[in-house]
Each structure stands twice: as C-alpha cells, then as structure tokens.
C-alpha cells in the first residue's frame, strides 16, 4: 500500500523545474569559404589540452562542397588555432581523408565528419560515414559505412580512413545496412569506451533505424561491442542523425526526421526510453525538421542547438536558420521557450549543419559552415566558416 500510495504521489507532484542557467554567447573571427563554387561545409571543432607531447590548440575539420550538385562533397581539410580561435592557419587538406577513386569505378569521399578528443587515449578521433559514387557521378546510399580515423596531435598526422565493422544482423534479426554516424555527436565514458550514435536500414526502403554503439577504442583501432535499443518510426525516412549527450547521470539522444525532431532518455547511454516529438514546455511543437539538432551541456544546464519554423524564416530552405539554443528541462523533455536565444542569426544561407565541441563544464564552442549552395540572394558569395562560444555564466 504504501508502495502504491509513493507512486501516486510522484504521478500527482509536478517535477522540479530547472534552475535558469545564463549563458554568454561570443561571436569569434570566422574563416571565408574556398571559391563561389565551393563550400566549406560540416565543419566542426576538436579541443585539444595541453599534454607533456604537445600544446593546446582547437582542431577545425570541414568537407570541401560543391554548390551546383547535392551531396558533391570531395576532400576534408583541416584548420588549427593556437590562441583559442582568434586566429587559424591555413586550410589544408588531410591527405589519408581525399576524395579516392577505387577500382570498380567508384570515387568514395569521407562525410558528415566530427571530431573529438578521446580524454582516455590522448589521441583525436573523427568519426562520419563515406559518400560513394557512381563513376564519380551517382550516389550509392546503399554502400555507405561507419568511417573514422586518428590524429595523433603529438605528430600531427592522421591514419587512413577506415571503417567499423559491425554485426550483420540487428536485434530484431533484420538485416542491417548502409549503417553510418555521419554528423554524430557522440560520449566519450571514464574507461574510454564510446557511446557512437548510428542509423542504418532495415531494408532497402531508406527507413532509417537509430541506435547507440558501444565501442572500445584503445588510440588506435575502433571496435563494436554492442548496441542497444532500436528506434524509428514508420513513416518517410525513419529517425537519424542522432546525437547523444550525458547530463547529470543520464543520457539524452536527439534524433533527426523528415516532419520533426524526437528525443529519448536513458539511464545508460544506451537502453532507452520510449522516444518523444520535440515540443516546447507549453505544449507546442518545437517546428525543428529535417535537419539535425545537437546538445551544449554546462556544469548546471542541458541545451538543445537548433533551426526551427516560425521565425520570420520562410525564405530559408527547410527553414534551417537562424540557429538557435535554449535550455531543455530533463525531466520533461521539452524546450524552455522563454530560454530560446539565438547563436547564429539568419543571413540569407543555411546553419542547419552545425557541430559543437565541448572545451569544459563550462565553455562550448559552436561551429558552422554557411551552406549558400545555388540558392538565396548570397549565391555567389564566398561562405564563411562561423564560430561561437558559449559560456555559463554564473
């Protein structure tokens, strides 16, 4: 009885709210795009400490775009700050991560790539997905793979490409195929196993399935242990692009579709909850959809980095600017609207494909190619590569 009666009391009394946490938001010195028929894109920043090897600095990788074609993406290049963003060098190309042409004829690219500073290994490891072509022409989504590679920031220098394997079967027992992590925001645990995001399909009907990896990786080799629960939903393309954060002892996994954006909650990084459309606190759906939404975590608060409708924005394709941020209640799942502030205001190109790098408990930097494309009144402009930092402030 008494059992029965604690459970309807935690049923009747409304959850704790959030404390409001204060953010200062910097915008930094941004770096111009390549030409007007390239755009930096998916660019996104590592923060590497100061060790006994080598000196801190902040790593910028982004994939060089063509405008004219979707998805023309070829090499990754690279740029490095030593003094916290004011400035960078030059951007260079990663040699192991080019563009490849192989023997069948198919020219493969590595894509959607974001990398992170393995605290455990002391290493950098940038995971994504490749892009294959078609004699250099078609894309295949059907060969797409989990791609990842090494920086050892001691040398400088980056491993080849490689790719994770994983089981061929997933827990339904459907097959599982054109699995990736591309634009995948992923944990890092104490003992330096990975929590890695990832999507694949079922079947060849590009429905995709999202679920958590888990994954060791000793600095030099990534491998698959396990994964956990298996969500999508049934209509257009399923949910992907998942990105996942720990706040507090839980984890919390956003997750990208055709109509929307979802959310889930898990004690373990992997075995979920039964997922939820993202709303507001009043009730309103947030309007995210069709692009990815990312997480700022600080010492005291939980944050949700996204496009959204309804801001004056409808000249915007898919309405993917401004970027915005607001505190998210974890109990609830929902965006605190009076929170909402915007990182990257609307300047006639898109933000939808940003990257976050967590520097401490307290300091995160945004990162994010504008995506001009051939659209919009800046078509023939130069895009820039943005950056802003976030900051609790107390």
Same mark, same amino acid.
């Given at each position: 009885?008494?059992?029965?009666?604690?459970?309807?009391?935690?049923?009747? $009394?409304?959850?704790?709210?959030?404390?409001?946490?204060?953010?200062?938001?910097?915008?930094?010195?941004?770096?111009?795009?390549?030409?007007?028929?390239?755009?930096?894109?998916?660019?996104?920043?590592?923060?590497?400490?100061?060790?006994?090897?080598?000196?801190?600095?902040?790593?910028?990788?982004?994939?060089?775009?063509?405008?004219?074609?979707?998805?023309?993406?070829?090499?990754?290049?690279?740029?490095? @700050?030593?003094?916290?963003?004011?400035?960078?060098?030059?951007?260079?190309?990663?040699?192991?991560?080019?563009?490849?042409?192989?023997?069948?004829?198919?020219?493969?690219?590595?894509?959607?790539?974001?990398?992170?500073?393995?605290?455990?290994?002391?290493?950098?490891?940038?995971?994504?997905?490749?892009?294959?072509?078609?004699?250099?022409?078609?894309?295949?989504?059907?060969?797409?793979?989990?791609?990842?590679?090494?920086?050892?920031?001691?040398?400088?220098?980056?491993?080849?490409?490689?790719?994770?394997?994983?089981?061929?079967?997933?827990?339904?027992?459907?097959?599982?195929?054109?699995?990736?992590?591309?634009?995948?925001?992923?944990?890092?645990?104490?003992?330096?196993?990975?929590?890695?995001?990832?999507?694949?399909?079922?079947?060849?009907?590009?429905?995709?399935?999202?679920?958590?990896? #888990?994954?060791?990786?000793?600095?030099?080799?990534?491998?698959?242990?396990?994964?956990?629960?298996?969500?999508?939903?049934?209509?257009?393309?399923?949910?992907?692009?998942?990105?996942?954060?720990?706040?507090?002892?839980?984890?919390?996994?956003?997750?990208?579709?055709?109509?929307?954006?979802?959310?889930?909650?898990? @004690?373990?990084?992997?075995?979920?909850?039964?997922?939820?459309?993202?709303?507001?606190?009043?009730?309103?759906?947030?309007?995210?959809?069709?692009?990815?939404?990312?997480?700022?975590?600080?010492?005291?608060?939980?944050?949700?980095?996204?496009?959204? #409708?309804?801001?004056?924005?409808?000249?915007?394709?898919?309405?993917?600017?401004?970027?915005?941020?607001?505190?998210?209640?974890?109990?609830?799942?929902?965006?605190?609207?009076?929170?909402? #502030?915007?990182?990257?205001?609307?300047?006639?190109?898109?933000?939808?494909?940003?990257?976050? $790098?967590?520097? @401490?408990?307290?300091?995160?930097?945004?990162?994010?190619?504008?995506?001009?494309?051939?659209?919009?009144?800046?078509?023939?402009?130069?895009?820039?590569?943005?950056?802003?930092?976030?900051?609790?402030?107390?």
């Amino acid at each position: 009885m008494r059992i029965c009666l604690f459970v309807c009391l935690l049923s009747i $009394c409304p959850a704790e709210e959030p404390v409001n946490v204060r953010l200062k938001i910097e915008h930094k010195p941004s770096i111009a795009g390549k030409s007007k028929d390239w755009d930096w894109w998916h660019a996104r920043t590592a923060a590497v400490p100061q060790t006994d090897t080598h000196g801190a600095f902040l790593l910028t990788t982004m994939s060089e775009s063509g405008r004219y074609v979707s998805h023309d993406f070829h090499d990754i290049f690279q740029m490095v @700050s030593h003094d916290h963003g004011q400035s960078w060098t030059k951007p260079a190309v990663v040699e192991p991560l080019k563009r490849r042409k192989l023997s069948n004829g198919y020219e493969v690219a590595a894509g959607d790539m974001w990398p992170t500073w393995h605290a455990k290994s002391g290493k950098v490891l940038i995971t994504g997905k490749t892009f294959n072509f078609e004699n250099g022409k078609k894309e295949n989504n059907r060969l797409e793979q989990v791609s990842w590679a090494v920086l050892d920031p001691a040398t400088m220098k980056w491993s080849q490409l490689q790719f994770l394997e994983l089981p061929e079967k997933d827990h339904s027992g459907a097959p599982i195929i054109a699995c990736n992590a591309g634009n995948n925001q992923r944990v890092d645990l104490p003992n330096g196993d990975i929590l890695l995001p990832i999507r694949y399909w079922r079947n060849p009907g590009r429905n995709y399935v999202t679920a958590v990896a #888990r994954c060791s990786f000793d600095g030099t080799t990534l491998k698959y242990v396990n994964h956990g629960t298996e969500m999508t939903i049934e209509s257009n393309r399923g949910l992907y692009e998942p990105s996942l954060t720990e706040f507090k002892g839980a984890f919390f996994l956003t997750m990208r579709a055709d109509k929307s954006g979802w959310v889930a909650r898990s @004690s373990d990084g992997q075995t979920f909850e039964p997922i939820q459309e993202w709303k507001f606190d009043d009730g309103r759906l947030l309007g995210s959809y069709n692009t990815q939404q990312h997480w700022i975590t600080t010492s005291s608060g939980l944050f949700l980095v996204y496009t959204r #409708r309804g801001a004056d924005n409808d000249h915007i394709f898919r309405h993917r600017a401004p970027l915005f941020i607001a505190q998210v209640d974890p109990a609830t799942l929902r965006v605190i609207r009076k929170s909402e #502030r915007i990182l990257l205001p609307e300047n006639q190109a898109t933000l939808g494909n940003s990257g976050i $790098c967590r520097v @401490s408990d307290t300091e995160s930097w945004v990162t994010c190619g504008e995506g001009l494309l051939r659209l919009g009144e800046r078509k023939k402009e130069l895009n820039k590569v943005l950056f802003v930092k976030v900051t609790e402030v107390e």
